[in-house]
């Protein structure tokens, strides 16, 4: 058959019909930010720790939910609007303010384009100063201690573990190839702790590995960490 | 004019015809749908509706899965394969390569577990409903009808609450007036405590309405309500009691948590609920003790259907060419005797549950693999690096070597030469030379173990309970009828040491679970309970039964024993026997052939502990666990429900 010109005239008009706008865009506002206290990060578990943010008034109730990064960073795509920023109770190795009602409280989060937010928590515990080094298939690591909350809500540190792991996610929960811990009750001296851990052989091989210090507060599920380090040993 | 009267013949008849009343044309009863008073008019049809509402009920583990009714509903649509629900908890490993993600996964997401069928609730709710207002029925079948939907219905909140902690308790169907105002349907969340005491309360209702017949076992029963009563009563001591180690996992309107004030009653109705049964008031129910071999009769147990097995008490009956069957036996079966080529040897038990069965003398050790120099033993034969032990362990595990349908399981490794040399291959088919012994042997046996080699043992094991050696119960097109056992007198009666052994009464609970023990071989009596024997009792009495994960929650023992360490083997052979040993990977135990001639040993077996390549997760149970998520949907449409700890 031979293609006529009225052909493609209606061809044409058929495809410009169907240009039409999809009904929204997609978010495009990025909200983001790190956990902090006093200025200093506060690094968690990788995909451990969850956030939350309700946005009232479109009928449904649930959340728009994220986890926060292994440095203590997240970041969420949004549409612009006044969102309720929350973390789930239990969660975190920090104390979030609950209301008289014993509900989570929540920071209201004004969004208008991107812009970066960050969320300012108490830890119940800090780890300073951390030095980790590498040397003949050992890594030790040595910092300080330091207790945020001291009031009635005090708890005392059931271990400090140094893990480290081939790939740059290093906690319990990331198949870490190797951990020394210590219990809290062992811990006599805030300042300067050391743990050293020897490195198991590693197929295929690889001269060094990712290192990071945590630490287990008592009848709190989440760790505290000291920032990820690529040691060579 | 025969024209003209055939034309005002037919048009006479069509007139006729179309005179009829309105009413008689347009009010036809329709022929596909019985209206509700015909179906509870006839104690057939009501069964037969009933016969529904026991097909729908819930267990943790199902031979025949479950399709994927829970919240959150799986992303194909798929079903649950039955023996996927027997083999996560490092108790086994699956050797399908579809399954590994249970031992890849470093952990379970916050709504696993999670269900939340009302549906069914409001289905059970309309079937008492109906069955009251019917006038047809002899009062005996109506009050038997609706104390076994009480029954169902108490069962289901069971199932939930386990799950979930605290749910809604709807009793009666709730119905939609159209007025836009849902307000009236939203119901909060009862306590924990309180779905508890809703399904003891229903126990104690409908027990002398159930009959007491020892023979009845797929419909409800005086003892299945009582054994559910004691169950559900055991479990909320020990939520009681345990609870109070781990104070994150409640909520203030104790939704979730039951105070620990309460533990003692509750211990004190499990046991007086167990002893109802024990001491025969709801039936002739004893122990099963026929057969003269204790690993036998111990299968058997599962695998009986006749009236000489009194210790079933209720279970989810199955027919063969009836329509109701399952595929554990096809999906499950050893390699070399498979019925259906290549479909065998999924559920593989591992050497973590192995270890757990005692040795004759009531102590526990690892299998002998090594002496005190570091040297290897030695085995003449497979089966008697397992000889000496709890007549258990043959009875749930198919041993290596092991006898099944007259035949036996063909599983090692590989040969090991006197040098220390290991010769082994990807497949039996593939052959490899030995030397001194010859060119292109056979080096691993039909049945495994080669790691990634699915449908055979990679640990070395294959399932033993449950496994039916029926001719032809493991081909796809028969299937399997062996019965599911939700409720039997063993655990009755370790339900009741538990609450005896709880409540201080030593000496009671030493006489029950010394019954069951002797049952399984070990007829040295305990003199001595402590609380990591009752744990360990019930793992290897209850092993694939669905209740590792419920047992460890109550006791809040999940956070230490799946805590998410990887395990060594040195991890894996110490602390046998403590409730709080570590069991967060599964390992496997292959046979390797010893070949050195010359030597004493040659020709015998040895054996080493080996963790199947595929396992590189380690489970890690959070506190976020022990009450599966509510989903957001269920929380968007009624506000009044609250949300778990931690959620």
């Known amino acids: ?233 | 004019m025969k024209k003209i009267s055939i034309i005002t013949m037919l048009a006479i008849s069509v007139v006729a015809g179309s005179c009829r009343k309105d009413s008689s044309f347009l009010d036809v009863p329709p022929k596909q749908v019985l209206p509700t008073d015909l179906a509870f008019s006839d104690p057939a049809l009501v069964l037969s509706i009933l016969g529904d509402l026991y097909d729908r009920q819930r267990d943790f583990s199902s031979l025949d899965g479950y399709p994927s009714r829970e919240y959150p509903q799986s992303p194909n649509g798929d079903r649950e394969p039955g023996w996927r629900t027997f083999a996560d908890f490092s108790e086994a490993f699956p050797s399908e390569n579809g399954s590994s993600f249970l031992v890849q996964r470093t952990g379970w997401g916050y709504g696993e577990w999670a269900i939340w069928d009302y549906g069914y609730i409001r289905d059970l709710n309309l079937f008492i409903q109906r069955a009251t207002a019917a006038t047809k029925l002899t009062e005996g079948d109506k009050a038997r009808f609706i104390a076994e939907a009480r029954f169902l219905r108490a069962n289901y909140y069971f199932e939930m609450v386990k799950r979930m902690g605290g749910v809604p308790l709807i009793t009666d169907p709730l119905a939609y007036d159209y007025s836009g105002n849902v307000t009236p349907l939203q119901r909060p969340r009862a306590k924990e405590s309180e779905v508890y005491d809703f399904i003891i309360s229903e126990a104690e209702a409908i027990k002398s309405i159930l009959p007491a017949d020892v023979n009845q076992k797929s419909r409800a029963t005086k003892a299945a309500a009582l054994a559910m009563e004691a169950r559900a009563a055991l479990y909320a001591g020990s939520i009681a009691k345990y609870g109070a180690t781990t104070p994150q996992v409640s909520l203030p309107g104790n939704e979730v948590g039951i105070p620990s004030t309460q533990a003692n009653a509750y211990y004190t109705k499990a046991l007086s609920a167990s002893q109802e049964i024990i001491n025969g008031s709801a039936g002739s129910y004893q122990l099963y003790k026929v057969l003269p071999d204790l690993s036998d009769n111990f299968a058997a147990i599962f695998l009986d259907k006749s009236s000489v097995n009194q210790e079933a008490i209720f279970v989810e009956d199955f027919k063969a060419n009836g329509g109701k069957v399952h595929g554990f036996t096809t999906n499950d079966q050893p390699f070399s005797m498979s019925d259906e080529g290549l479909d065998a040897g999924r559920l593989n038990p591992s050497l973590n549950l192995v270890e757990a069965f005692e040795k004759l003398d009531n102590t526990y050790a690892p299998i002998a693999t090594k002496d005190a120099g570091g040297n290897p033993v030695y085995y003449t034969n497979q089966l008697d690096a397992f000889a000496g032990r709890d007549a258990r362990l043959a009875g749930t595990v198919l041993l290596p070597n092991g006898l099944f349908k007259g035949k036996r399981t063909e599983v090692f490794a590989g040969y090991q030469l006197g040098d220390g040399t290991v010769i082994s291959s990807g497949d039996a088919t593939i052959t490899q030379d030995v030397p001194g012994l010859g060119k292109n042997i056979q080096v691993v046996g039909k049945d495994g173990p080669v790691n990634g080699l699915e449908f055979r043992t990679q640990t070395g094991f294959y399932i033993r309970k449950y496994l039916d050696p029926t001719v032809g119960s493991g081909r796809r097109g028969r299937g399997s009828d062996v019965n599911f056992i939700r409720y039997r007198y063993a655990e009755v009666l370790l339900n009741a040491a538990e609450a005896a052994f709880e409540l201080g009464q030593t000496g009671t609970a030493l006489g029950y679970i010394n019954q069951v023990r002797s049952r399984a071989g070990l007829t040295t009596p305990l003199a001595a309970l402590t609380f990591d024997r009752i744990v360990h009792e019930r793992r290897v009495e209850l092993a694939f039964e669905g209740h590792t994960l419920y047992d460890m929650k109550r006791w809040r023992l999940a956070t230490r024993v799946w805590d998410g360490a990887q395990m060594s083997v040195a991890d894996l052979v110490s602390n046998i026997g403590s409730a709080t040993k570590h069991n967060t990977q599964p390992f496997g135990l292959w046979p390797y052939k010893y070949f050195n001639p010359g030597n004493p040993n040659s020709g015998k077996w040895i054996f080493k502990e080996v963790k199947p390549s595929a396992v590189t997760g380690a489970n890690r149970f959070q506190i976020g666990n022990y009450y599966s998520q509510i989903g957001d949907d269920i929380l968007s449409a009624n506000p009044k429900i609250v949300k778990q700890p931690n959620q």
């Open chain 1, 1 to 233: 058959m031979k293609i006529k010109f009225h052909h493609i005239i209606l061809g044409l008009l058929l495809a410009t019909m169907g240009c039409k706008k999809d009904n929204y865009d997609a978010p495009s506002s990025k909200l983001t930010g790190r956990l902090t206290y006093k200025g200093a990060a506060i690094n968690v578990e990788y995909n451990q720790v969850p956030f939350e943010l309700y946005q009232p008034g479109f009928g449904k109730t649930g959340a728009i939910k994220g986890t926060f990064q292994q440095d203590g960073s997240y970041s969420t795509l949004l549409f612009n609007g006044n969102y309720k920023f929350t973390i789930p109770p239990n969660q975190g190795p920090f104390m979030w303010k609950e209301l008289a009602s014993g509900k989570r409280d929540t920071l209201a989060v004004t969004v208008s384009g991107s812009q970066t937010l960050d969320i300012e928590v108490t830890p119940y515990y800090l780890i300073n100063n951390t030095k980790i080094t590498g040397a003949s298939k050992v890594v030790t690591a040595v910092f300080d201690l330091q207790k945020v909350i001291t009031d009635a809500n005090a708890k005392n540190i059931e271990a400090v573990v140094l893990y480290i792991n081939k790939t740059q996610f290093v906690s319990a929960g990331d198949n870490q190839i190797a951990s020394t811990n210590i219990a809290g009750s062992a811990i006599t001296n805030m300042n300067n702790v050391s743990i050293s851990v020897n490195v198991p052989t590693i197929t295929p091989t690889q001269n060094y590995v990712f290192a990071r210090v945590g630490l287990k507060v008592a009848d709190v599920e989440d760790m505290i960490f000291s920032p990820v380090v690529k040691v060579n040993y």
